[in-house]
């Protein structure tokens, strides 16, 4: 093998590190902002200059260069820049890898399961044949060596006892509403809730399309309504003075999942309030952010065993611990017979992705 050795420059090395931590602030801002280049580029002008990264060398208008270069932007006929097809890609990626990163740093994020069996996707461990296993997955080497153990080089012939199958793993598909809050508390003193679960929406859309192509995932945004969100429109949402409709969120994402033709159903929703909204039978919104209003408690749990009745189990992911929501929580996913995790900001992308993961799984023996 031949090497071709080159003289090491420093200073291209420098500017792809700084290309690299511009970028990642630059797609972090881009969320915050909801997708607003020209605001997360002023923003990302100051961080830049207040840490150094930005100087007389390499200012922001050249970093405003590299990304049309790079196609992550393009400029408007009005002359502002906006994100392209290329740009919302790389949204994606990097949110995909960063919850990745995370998951491979955290013990929790291997929920392999035990059990094996028939299924359509082959495994390289093999076993003992069953009556009824599929001829075409007869381990070739390992019933060989089988044989030969038995009966020796001289006269191998194959008995049913020599004969070994791959196991198999049968991933079902299934079909996915990821429901959002984005109601004003989402934001609410200061703490950026609402960014990490843009990033979980993002990750899990490149996720499906590009793994898993037959699955399907739906975005609800829930405030005082609840609307379905074009996954092309994800970094574009923002937040609201909404209180929090809990219920509304679940009839759309219950109404879309009917449509659905996949094996499999869920919801997973990201939220950080108690309800405090109902959508009348008129078509008002009732609201009461005061406590725990029982009207729209019950019609929220009545939701909630709607979609157990369907077989949807609902993930919730809270952003709080608030004694009177974790009691909510409880009895809302008691109701589903689903499941709840207490997930602080930082972390609320591995729990997503360990939990769809885990649950799209299927070992059937």
Same mark, same amino acid.
């Given at each position: ?5 080159? =003289? &090491?420059? @420093? ?5 792809? $590190? /700084? ?9 972090? /801002? ?12 002023? $923003? ?13 060398? &390499? ?61 359509? %996707?082959?495994? @390289? ?15 070739? #080497?390992?019933?060989?060596? #089988? ?52 990033? *979980? ?17 739906? *975005? *609800? ?5 609840? $609307?379905?969100? !074009? /996954? ?8 609201? @003075? ?21 094996? #499999? ?9 108690? !309800? ?7 078509? =008002?919104?009732?609201?009461? @952010? &005061? ?31 608030? !004694?009177?929501?974790?009691? &909510?929580? %409880?009895?809302?996913?008691?109701? #589903? ?29």
């Amino acid at each position: 093998m031949d090497y071709r050795y080159a =003289e &090491f420059d @420093p200073r291209l090395a420098d500017l792809k $590190w /700084l290309l690299a931590k511009l970028r990642a602030i630059f797609e972090h /801002l881009l969320l915050q902002t909801d997708g607003d280049v020209e605001e997360a580029l002023r $923003w990302l002008e100051r961080i830049g200059k207040r840490h150094r990264l930005l100087s007389a060398d &390499f200012t922001i208008d050249d970093f405003k260069k590299y990304l049309e270069q790079e196609k992550v932007v393009r400029a408007t006929p009005r002359g502002d820049l906006r994100l392209t097809h290329k740009g919302e890609r790389g949204l994606r990626t990097s949110s995909l890898d960063a919850i990745f990163s995370n998951l491979r740093r955290d013990a929790s994020g291997d929920h392999r399961v035990a059990a094996e069996g028939v299924g359509l %996707e082959r495994l @390289p461990e093999t076993r003992a044949y069953s009556f009824g296993d599929p001829v075409s997955l007869i381990a070739t #080497n390992e019933t060989l060596a #089988n044989a030969i153990r038995r009966g020796g080089v001289d006269a191998i012939t194959i008995e049913e006892e020599d004969l070994q199958v791959y196991e198999t793993e049968h991933n079902s598909s299934c079909a996915t509403v990821l429901m959002i809050d984005v109601s004003h508390s989402m934001i609410l003193y200061g703490e950026d809730r609402i960014t990490p679960a843009k990033k *979980v929406a993002l990750a899990l859309t490149e996720l499906i399309t590009t793994q898993y192509p037959k699955d399907a995932l739906n *975005v *609800v945004l829930f405030g005082d309504e609840a $609307w379905e969100v !074009p /996954l092309d429109q994800i970094p574009y949402c923002g937040v609201g @003075p909404f209180h929090t409709n809990t219920r509304a969120g679940l009839v759309l994402a219950r109404e879309i999942l009917r449509t659905k033709k996949q094996a #499999n159903r869920q919801i997973f929703m990201i939220t950080d309030g108690k !309800p405090s909204a109902l959508t009348e039978r008129g078509g =008002e919104i009732y609201k009461n @952010p &005061f406590g725990l209003d029982r009207r729209v408690v019950n019609k929220t749990l009545e939701e909630a065993d709607a979609c157990r009745r369907l077989g949807i189990p609902i993930t919730t992911f809270m952003l709080t611990e608030d !004694p009177y929501l974790v009691d &909510f929580v %409880e009895t809302f996913t008691r109701t #589903n017979r689903g499941r709840a995790y207490y997930a602080s900001p930082d972390r609320l992308g591995s729990f997503v992705f360990v939990d769809y993961i885990k649950n799209r799984r299927r070992r059937t023996r």
